[in-house]
């Protein structure tokens, strides 16, 4: 019995702490309650605050704003094969060797900008008991300056020139097998001069239309002998590039447009194209058309693979499409890097 009263007491004891706790938990509304907080005993003291200036040496940055973006690419590619005397699969000794430098400078300011852009390309073929030939021969160099009209208009003024390096021939067999050339074109012989003003609509940084309302062409063909040397090895459709016989110089007037692109089509990929349209106001049949088209793709830090083609039409040198393509592997080396 005496441990039966015990266990009552422990029960009861429990409940009621069970109680207690219930009761410490209920929530007190202490919106209508009066509290006051009491005021620090401790003294307090506000004093004047002094500052003191701390003498700061400006810094002076010597940099300049550089508006000129520039970029030059030199390359150079290299074929070759030989054959033993004994090879029976056919084939002949060539050495082939090309050098490309490709220079673009551009300056942008407040809606004013400035490019120019020079292409110097030559290449030359040596085939074995043969004489060497030209691959490709190219001088061109353009300017333009422009002022910007809108988002996507500008007025522009350009001038271009064109020629080549080497001499150019044109090559045949007589009756006994033996290889005969006759001169073609030189250096000069021909040249193009362009002068154009107009408008230009350049929607992004990749492509651009250059509308010539105002344009003005010198065709130069400063060697005279052309007419006479071509007559006697009896090429008959040599007309001297549109210059008079015996002239050095034709000077047109036309309407010209020239499209360019330029852009990274896929990672290594670089895809440029360049097509002129120039109609001569004063011959309207003579419209002279120009495709140039370049596919490069980036091997590594320093090797390209690039597949390039050019179509021509040009009356004043042919009555027929003129067409070139290359394919090349080689070195190239751009600045800066």
Do not use: C
């Not at 060497?132 to 020139?161: C, H, M, P």
């Not at 040397?229 to 007309?239: C, D, R």
């Not at 002279?288 to 390209?304: G, I, P, W, Y």
């Not at 040009?314 to 070195?331: E, F, V, W, Y």
Request: net charge positive; glycine share 8%.
């Amino acid at each position: 019995m005496k441990g039966l009263y015990i266990g009552l007491i422990f029960v009861f004891a429990f409940v009621t702490g069970l109680q207690a706790q219930e009761i410490d938990t209920v929530p007190i509304n202490t919106n209508d309650l009066n509290l006051r907080l009491k005021r620090s005993p401790l003294p307090s003291r506000m004093g004047n605050l002094e500052y003191k200036p701390i003498q700061l040496m400006p810094v002076v940055i010597d940099a300049k704003v550089n508006y000129w973006n520039t970029r030059t690419s030199v390359g150079i590619n290299l074929n070759q094969a030989a054959f033993s005397n004994n090879w029976t699969g056919g084939g002949v000794n060539s050495l082939a060797l090309t050098g490309l430098i490709n220079h673009r400078a551009e300056y942008s300011r407040e809606g004013y900008s400035y490019i120019s852009e020079l292409i110097l390309n030559y290449g030359k073929v040596r085939n074995k008991n043969q004489s060497e030939k030209k691959t490709v021969d190219r001088i061109f160099w353009d300017n333009k300056a422009a002022i910007q009209l809108s988002k996507n208009w500008y007025f522009f003024g350009s001038l271009s020139f064109e020629s080549q390096f080497d001499n150019g021939y044109r090559f045949y067999n007589d009756g006994n097998g033996n290889e005969l050339r006759n001169l073609l074109s030189r250096f000069m012989s021909p040249g193009y001069l362009t002068e154009s003003i107009g408008f230009e609509y350049k929607p992004s940084k990749y492509f651009s239309t250059r509308i010539g309302t105002g344009t003005a062409r010198q065709t130069f063909v400063l060697d005279t002998s052309l007419v006479r040397l071509n007559a006697a090895a009896g090429n008959t459709s040599f007309n001297n590039y549109g210059v008079p016989a015996g002239a050095t110089f034709k000077n047109e007037l036309a309407f010209q447009v020239v499209s360019n692109f330029d852009k990274e089509i896929a990672k290594n990929l670089n895809l440029k194209a360049r097509y002129m349209v120039f109609i001569p106001y004063d011959q309207l049949d003579y419209t002279n058309h120009r495709l140039d088209v370049e596919l490069r793709a980036k091997v590594n830090k320093f090797m390209n693979v690039t597949v390039t083609g050019v179509g021509l039409y040009d009356k004043n040198t042919t009555d027929k499409i003129q067409a070139s393509q290359t394919l090349a592997l080689g070195m190239v080396f751009m600045f800066p890097r």
